[in-house]
Every structure is written in structure tokens, then in C-alpha cells.
């Protein structure tokens, strides 16, 4: 099995690029990080007992008048901003994979079903998806941030926050599966073994999920990493923009917020190494789905 | 191709209206519109009036169409929060966007053709590569960290450029212009960087994959053979074909630039639309998220219908299918 993969074209075209294997290295690292959090990083930026204020805006530890006890500094309260940023990732990191596979279900189903079923369903899918498209993913998620937050009252919209923004977000992009996938489902549908299973006396229903979905499901996996990366953006610039993730649990979006304010009093450590992070994460979860887009499909080289 | 304009145009209205039902729905079921405007001590008896007045109490469908009349005639309600006409906060505002968005179109499409052009040009070249990996970090850099990252070059390492506001502005009466003061100008440069780069590095991708496709074509090689320079043949014969799919794509990134200043405008402070509708979001003042969807909606849909148009224009061949399909 492990001699088959290592023999195989996908791995030869990952050795061969550095890129592609520094990002998948940068992409694993930070996902470690993330799962293991409470046992990696240094401090508990979240427990007050530990956190001191005499230790507010401590620069990195190579810069005067920094320690090792806080690499990357500290923040305006003396939160560690190592820390901060590991469990910033981790909170970025799961508010895109949750967004991410709702919009990827969502999309994939309604996609499925349009181009199964059509008529007028798919007049009524596709109008929705045309207007959709014709606006940017963040206004529609800023949109429904803002109602959901002029509806629910304050207290209970910090506890709710994650589950908001993931819903903003995967409501706001369902659209990039749904099109590709009614496409190719409307190619399927006309094939030989769609036809062998309708007189086979197959339900419909199997015959969609058992036979059409595992056949689009190539493009899909395109879609899902390009998707991740832009779900992470997303997440932070709603963040960013103060109606994500709220400062109680802070994503990579909320910390640079945070540290934006500090700017100008030349504590530029609080923003630039969360927002160092994001691009780095962001940027090798690019590359690899570049990659993965070369394998899949040749063709495109 | 008359009637695909017709067509065209008939799909655009329905996306206004379909925007303008969102709009009407915000209106309708977030919060009761009388508590908003009212205050605590005002008696039943004169809310009723109000809703009366307001024609609160009428059926949902005349409502609606008294709430698509009333934004047609630019009627958008007061702000909650302000206690001002929306339609004269928008006016107010207007002017700092679209300068925003006209100069960040304009550094987007001129350095992206350009950038485009070279690296297809010569695609091993050492300034190519860079301008390839400057497009990877286009696309990967969270808007505001491009924002953030300039503003801490050249605001306050080096000092050279405001890091907020619009600097000092001229009043011309219907419109106010940052274009005709130097702080006015200086202070457009790091936004509309910001705004543009990610349109950018999108044109630029673009004008290169197109200009692999022209070079490769009969008729460059035939200018070539016809002894014409290299520049001329570039620029002349080859740019000029790849320019159609890039005015569609400009034209309809001008649209996303536009929603894009929101996070632009908050890195920036800079005193536009987006600053003001991000506010609204925070506070929920309703009036205004709904007046900025509809102008955002009638200005993606007008500039689609004018890319649509100009497609036409710009390319005999559309016009001559489009004409014969209509005759079969």
C-alpha cells in the first residue's frame, strides 16, 4: 500500500515541487498546533490567574526589553501572543472546515438535485445562484450577520457567534459547489449507466447518491480546498470588520483587530504576527490546492 | 440582438426587485419599524396613526410595492441611529467611495495589463517570476493585512503617507473631491492600493493566460513575418485582442470593488459607503443596510448590462451569431 503511493504520479509531482512540500509542512504544522493547542502552546491566554498586566505590550523576545518567556511578545493585557496565535488558528481553522463541508452538503445536494431533476426546481436553484453570484461572498455574509445580530439579543449572539458566522459563510458560498456539480450531473444523467440502472428498476434516489455522486465528486474536492482557503479569509475579515468572532474567543481575524489598535503606539508585534500567520496558512493551503487541481486534471498544466 | 438586450434587461430588473425583497423583509420582520421611531412615551393611539400614516396595516403586496416606490424615489427612510434621511447621508457619502473605487480600478487595470503582458511576454524572465509570486500573494493576503501591512511601511516606519482619513477635501457643492488637494491625493494612494491589489493580480492572470493563447495565433506570426518590431506586434496586434474578456471582467470586478471598500474603508477610516453600512451592521440600523443593498444591487446589475452591451460592441462576431440565431 505505502509502496504503491510512494510510486504513484500524485507523489512523484508533490516531491518534485519544494513548494508544494513546504506548504504541506506549514499546512500540517499549523493543524497540529491547532488539535493540540491546551498541550503546545506556552500559555493559557484564556486563564486570568496567569495572565499578568505588569506584563502588557513585552516585545518579541530578539527585540530590547523582550523574553523568552513570551517569544512573539505580549498583548495590551499580557496575554502571551504565541499562544493567542495557536489558539487563534484553531478557532479560524474550525470555524472553515465547518463552513467549508455545510457549504460543500448544501451545494453538492442542491446541485445534484437541479441537475437530476430538473425543470423547474433548476429554474428556481439557478435564478437563486445567479443572484447570488452577481454579489461578493462577504457582503452576503455580512448581511447575515447583521440581522441575525439585530434579532438575537447580545448575550445570547456572543455564545451563538461560531455557529452564525459558519452559517454566514457556508450560505454565502454554497453556490461555488452547487454550479459545477448541476453541470456535470446533467452530463451523468444522459450516461449509459444511469440508463442501465433506471431499467434495472433502481430507485432514483439510489441511483443519485449510489452512482451520479461518486462520479462528480472530482471537481468537488477542487472546489473544497480553494473553498477552505477562502472560507479562512472570510472568517477573519468578518473578524476583522468586528462582527465575527468575538474578542472572548478570539480567531486570527479578531487578534489582528485587536492588535490594530496598537499600531501607532509601535506595538506592531500584536498584529502583524497573527495577520504573518493567516498568510501563511492561507497561502500553503493555496498552493496545495494548486497542486491537487494538476493532479486531478492534467489536462489544465 | 435587440431582444437579448431586452432579455438582458428584463433579468436585471427581476434581480433588483428579488434584492428589493430581501430589503422589504428586513424591514418587516426585524423589529417593529413603529418601536424604532417612536419613543417610550408615545400613546397607543398615536402609534396607531403612525401605522395608519405609514400605511403599516395595508396587505403585504401594496406594501411592498409602496416600499419599491419610495426607494425608486430615492425615499429610503430615516436611520435609526443618526436620526437623519438615509437618502442624505448616502448623498453625503457617495463621493469618497466612488473615488475610492474609480482610483483603485484605474491602478488595478493598468498595472495588471501591463504586468500581464511582460510576464506572457517573456515568461522566464526574472521580473516575470516575480510578478507571478506577487499574484500568488495577491490572492492568499487577507484584504485588510495588505492594508494593515502598508500602513505600517509607509505610515509609520517611513512617514510618508496618512494612514486615515481623506485628507483635505474641496467642496464643489453636489460632490466633494480629494482629487484637487495634495493631502487629497496623498491619502487616496495606500486605500486605493489596498482595494486594487487583489483585481490586480485577477487582470493580470488574465491578460497573461490570454496572451499565450494570441501569441501562438496565425496572425501574429503573420505580423511578424511581415518584418513589423516586436513592440509594435506586442502591443499593437496582440494586447489590443486580449483586451475584450478584459474590459467583462473589469467592468464586472468594478461591482465587487465596491463591496470590497467596506473592508478598505475600515482599515482606512475612510469616510465612504462602506464605513457607513459596516456601522450600520454593528448598531442594526435597518433603513440604511437596506438603502445600501438596493444602490449596491442597481449598480451590479447596471454594470453588467453595460459589460453585456459592450461585449456586443466590442466584438463583431457576437453580434453577427446573435443576429443569425435570432433569424433561424
Known amino acids: ?301 | 440582438m435587440l431582444s437579448l438586450l431586452i432579455q438582458r434587461l428584463v433579468q436585471s430588473v427581476l434581480v433588483v426587485l428579488a434584492v428589493g425583497l430581501v430589503a422589504f423583509c428586513l424591514f418587516q420582520f426585524v423589529g417593529d419599524p413603529i418601536n424604532n421611531m417612536v419613543g417610550q412615551e408615545t400613546t397607543l393611539e398615536e402609534r396607531q396613526a403612525l401605522r395608519d400614516r405609514l400605511g403599516l396595516d395595508r396587505p403585504v403586496v401594496l406594501q411592498f410595492y409602496q416600499f419599491v416606490v419610495n426607494m425608486a424615489s430615492g425615499n429610503f427612510g430615516i436611520s435609526y441611529r443618526l436620526g437623519r434621511p438615509v437618502a442624505d447621508l448616502i448623498s453625503e457619502r457617495l463621493p469618497a467611495t466612488v473615488e475610492l473605487a474609480f482610483a483603485s480600478g484605474v491602478f488595478a487595470f493598468l498595472c495588471g495589463v501591463w504586468m500581464g503582458a511582460v510576464s506572457a511576454v517573456s515568461p522566464h524572465s526574472l521580473i516575470s517570476r516575480v510578478f507571478m509570486t506577487t499574484s500568488l500573494l495577491g490572492m492568499s493576503l487577507p484584504p485588510f493585512f495588505v492594508g494593515l501591512l502598508l500602513i505600517m511601511l509607509f505610515s509609520v516606519i517611513l512617514g510618508w503617507l496618512p494612514s486615515y482619513g481623506r485628507g483635505e477635501v474641496v467642496d464643489l457643492g453636489f460632490w466633494t473631491t480629494g482629487l484637487l488637494t495634495l493631502s487629497g491625493l496623498k491619502a487616496l494612494i495606500l486605500p486605493s492600493i489596498t482595494l486594487g491589489l487583489f483585481q490586480l493580480t485577477l487582470i493580470m492572470r488574465l491578460v497573461r493566460s490570454q496572451m499565450f493563447e494570441v501569441l501562438h495565433s496565425d496572425y501574429i506570426k503573420f505580423a511578424r513575418a511581415r518584418g513589423l518590431s516586436e513592440r509594435r506586434v506586442i502591443y499593437r496586434h496582440a494586447l489590443k485582442n486580449t483586451l475584450v474578456p478584459i474590459i467583462t471582467v473589469t467592468g464586472l470586478q468594478l461591482g465587487s470593488i465596491l463591496a470590497f471598500s467596506i473592508i478598505t474603508e475600515t482599515v482606512f477610516q475612510w469616510p465612504g459607503l462602506g464605513l457607513l453600512f459596516i456601522q450600520a451592521v454593528h448598531f442594526g440600523d435597518i433603513p440604511i443596510m437596506a438603502a445600501y443593498l438596493m444602490l449596491v444591487s442597481v449598480i451590479f446589475v447596471t454594470i453588467n448590462f453595460i459589460c453585456d452591451v459592450l461585449y456586443v460592441l466590442v466584438d463583431p462576431r457576437l453580434r453577427v451569431e446573435h443576429s443569425t440565431s435570432a433569424a433561424m
Open chain 1, 1 to 301: 500500500m505505502l509502496a504503491r503511493i510512494l510510486d504513484s504520479d500524485a507523489f512523484y509531482s508533490f516531491r518534485t515541487q519544494p513548494l508544494v512540500v513546504v506548504a504541506a509542512l506549514i499546512a500540517i504544522v499549523s493543524i497540529l498546533a491547532a488539535v493540540f493547542a491546551p498541550w503546545v502552546a506556552p500559555h493559557n491566554p484564556f486563564d486570568l490567574s496567569t495572565v499578568d498586566l505588569m506584563d502588557a505590550k513585552l516585545p518579541p523576545a530578539w527585540a530590547e526589553g523582550g523574553s523568552w518567556t513570551y517569544p512573539l511578545g505580549t498583548d495590551n493585557q499580557g496575554r502571551d501572543i504565541l499562544s493567542a496565535v495557536i489558539y487563534g488558528t484553531r478557532v479560524s481553522l474550525l470555524v472553515a472546515i465547518l463552513a467549508t463541508t455545510v457549504a460543500m452538503v448544501i451545494g453538492v445536494s442542491l446541485g445534484l438535485l437541479a441537475g437530476f431533476v430538473g425543470g423547474r426546481i433548476d429554474t428556481v436553484l439557478m435564478r437563486i445562484a445567479d443572484i447570488q453570484l452577481s454579489f461578493p461572498a462577504i457582503l452576503v455574509a455580512l448581511l447575515i450577520d447583521g440581522v441575525t445580530r439585530t434579532i438575537l439579543p447580545r448575550e445570547i449572539h456572543h455564545e451563538i457567534a461560531i455557529w452564525v458566522i459558519i452559517m454566514a459563510i457556508s450560505l454565502a458560498t454554497w453556490v461555488q459547489f452547487a454550479r459545477p456539480v448541476r453541470a456535470q450531473t446533467m452530463v451523468e444523467k444522459r450516461k449509459d449507466y444511469v440508463l442501465a440502472a433506471r431499467l434495472l428498476q433502481i430507485s432514483p434516489t439510489r441511483i443519485l447518491v449510489r452512482h451520479v455522486l461518486l462520479n462528480v465528486l472530482e471537481p468537488v474536492l477542487v472546489i473544497a480546498t480553494v473553498g477552505f482557503g477562502l472560507s479562512i479569509i472570510n472568517e477573519a475579515t468578518l473578524s476583522f470588520l468586528g462582527v465575527g468572532m468575538p474578542v472572548s474567543k478570539p480567531s486570527l481575524g479578531t487578534l489582528v483587530r485587536n492588535g490594530n489598535d496598537f499600531l501607532f503606539s509601535g506595538a506592531w508585534w500584536m498584529t502583524i504576527f497573527p495577520g504573518l500567520a493567516l498568510l501563511l496558512l492561507v497561502l500553503s493551503i493555496n498552493l496545495i490546492g494548486d497542486w491537487i487541481r494538476d493532479v486531478l486534471n492534467p489536462r489544465l498544466r
